[in-house]
């Protein structure tokens, strides 16, 4: 709240403000990327990624479906293809061992997304993208404070993604960043940030005036977003802490469950350092999960099901196209639950939701 009161007292309340710049520098210092920039949502920034790519109609971009809608319209919205592949079983994240038969002449870009906070596997990802001369784009919404391999994601690519809005780890209500790893794109991406004109290089004085440069829209957010944000990313750290408490809390709950097979866990590779965005788990094949939802809605219990498959939708069938078999995804869709994770959560209520899975025989 005195973040907020000094941008209102200094009366700098659109954006790229003395808040927003604080917590350009905290993201380029705790992430690593070359350049962050905040956006007004994380889809924002998924499009400042497609328009920086120069993705083109016919335009071709691997992804899993296992995810929300902005991933494939920021490329849609370019005349992109988003072709799906299946996502692996254990975190859940786009298959790898897929991804290089699903690559043609016109594939032009590898979008990964770090569900739940979960890195994927980066390296074959990164490898497979320089044989092919394909550019990584994360979807690290979910992966605020996360790591693969020692690396925060979405500092990992040629560009990273994160969202800060009210339901991710850090928040600002909306809000998220576009974070630029290749050094070469950086320019051209506050240009078309700035609603395609060069005005932060006037701002610095390197140029004498501003002018239209190139296409672009008004990605920006208020810089009274951006006070509450850096309060948000100043306690980064207790908040992380305080998640993984709730969140290791479950899944030491929940063992005996997974080992008389009434759902398995969620898997962390070695590899990752996650960041408890949230805790779900599957239920066996067959099960009733409308049943179980119910139970819990009728047990005051706010737990829900995730993402309809993006090419089981309409919009889906309609602008993207399948690679192979997608059967994890659409399994996944049907027997996966999020357990409530928010920061504050009590023992004695994590209890309460452990009971109503474990009351029930599938």
């Not at 319209?73 to 994240?93: C, H, Y």
Request: proline share 4%; glycine share 8%; hydrophobic share 40%.
């Amino acid at each position: 709240m005195r973040y907020i009161a000094e941008a209102r007292v200094a009366q700098h309340l659109s954006g790229d403000g003395a808040f927003t710049k604080r917590c350009h520098a905290w993201l380029e210092e705790n992430v690593g990327c070359a350049k962050a920039l905040l956006t007004h949502s994380c889809t924002a920034a998924l499009e400042m990624s497609a328009i920086l790519l120069d993705i083109a109609p016919g335009d071709e971009i691997i992804m899993p479906s296992y995810t929300f809608t902005s991933t494939a319209n920021a490329f849609v919205l370019r005349g992109g293809v988003p072709v799906f592949v299946d996502i692996r079983e254990d975190t859940l994240n786009l298959d790898e061992r897929l991804v290089e038969d699903a690559i043609t002449p016109r594939t032009r870009a590898i979008v990964v997304v770090h569900y739940a906070g979960v890195g994927c596997d980066m390296d074959a990802i990164l490898d497979i993208a320089r044989r092919h001369g394909l550019k990584v784009v994360e979807d690290a919404a979910q992966g605020a404070t996360a790591r693969y391999k020692g690396r925060p994601l979405g500092s990992i690519g040629d560009l990273g993604t994160l969202s800060f809005h009210e339901t991710k780890n850090l928040i600002s209500g909306e809000g998220g960043a576009l974070l630029i790893n290749d050094p070469g794109l950086s320019q051209r991406a506050e240009i078309i940030r700035e609603k395609g004109t060069d005005r932060s290089r006037f701002f610095r004085g390197e140029v004498d005036k501003y002018t239209w440069q190139d296409v672009g829209s008004s990605y920006l957010p208020s810089d009274l977003l951006a006070a509450f944000l850096l309060a948000q990313l100043e306690d980064a750290e207790s908040i992380a802490a305080e998640r993984l408490r709730i969140w290791n809390r479950y899944h030491e709950m929940l063992g005996p469950l997974e080992q008389a097979g009434q759902l398995r866990r969620p898997v962390v590779p070695d590899a990752c350092e996650h960041n408890a965005h949230l805790y779900y788990v599957l239920l066996p094949k067959g099960a009733d999960r409308p049943g179980m939802l119910a139970r819990f809605r009728d047990n005051g219990v706010n737990a829900i099901f995730h993402y309809v498959p993006l090419h089981e939708s309409p919009a889906g069938r309609r602008f993207c196209r399948v690679h192979g078999d997608m059967r994890v995804t659409t399994q996944t869709a049907e027997r996966l639950i999020r357990l409530p994770l928010w920061h504050g959560l009590t023992a004695a209520a994590q209890e309460r939701v452990v009971a109503v899975l474990g009351a029930v025989e599938h």
